[in-house]
C-alpha cells in the first residue's frame, strides 16, 4: 500500500461501521498512510472512559462478529496511534451537543477537532465515512 493521507469521518455507532473504520484506519497507519479519524454524532459516546457496552449490531454481521475473536474496534484504533501515524481525534461540536468533557474521553484520543479543521487537514487526501 502506497503511503497517503487518509482521513475518516466516523459518525455512526453500529457495530459494523466502526468495526470498519477501525481497520481502515489500522492498515492505513500500519502501512505508513498519514491517518485522522474524526469522532462525532454516535460514535463518540462509545470512546468515553466509562463506555464498556459494546456498539449494537447494524444486522446479522455485526452479531456474528460478536460472538467471534474480533479484535474491538477500539483495540484497532489505540493499535493505529501507537503503532503509526494516526491521530483520533473527538469532535468538539458533539462534545458541546454531548455535554462531554475532555477528560471524560479515553486517554489515547487526540485533541478535539471541529469539522472544519479536520477537513482542511484532509484536503489532497481520501476521504472516507462511515
Known amino acids: 500500500m502506497e503511503a497517503s ?3 475518516i469521518i466516523v459518525v455512526s455507532g453500529s457495530a459494523e461501521r466502526l468495526q470498519m473504520a477501525a481497520m481502515v484506519a489500522s ?7 498519514d491517518v485522522r479519524v474524526l469522532l462525532s454524532m454516535n460514535a463518540l459516546p462509545l470512546f468515553r472512559n466509562d463506555s464498556h457496552e459494546p456498539a449494537p449490531a447494524e444486522g446479522p454481521f455485526g452479531a456474528v462478529m460478536a460472538g467471534k475473536k474480533v479484535p474491538p474496534f477500539r483495540t484497532l484504533l489505540e493499535q493505529a496511534v501507537d503503532l503509526g501515524d ?8 458533539a462534545m458541546d451537543v454531548l455535554a462531554v468533557e475532555r477528560d471524560a474521553l ?11 479543521a479536520f477537513l482542511h487537514e484532509a484536503r489532497d ?5 462511515f
Open 5 to 7: 493521507k487518509l482521513s
Open 27 to 33: 492498515v492505513g497507519a500500519v502501512s505508513g498512510s
Open 86 to 93: 494516526a491521530k483520533v481525534h473527538p469532535c468538539s461540536m
Open 106 to 116: 479515553l486517554p489515547w484520543l487526540a485533541e478535539p477537532l471541529g469539522l472544519t
Open 125 to 129: 487526501g481520501q476521504l472516507l465515512s
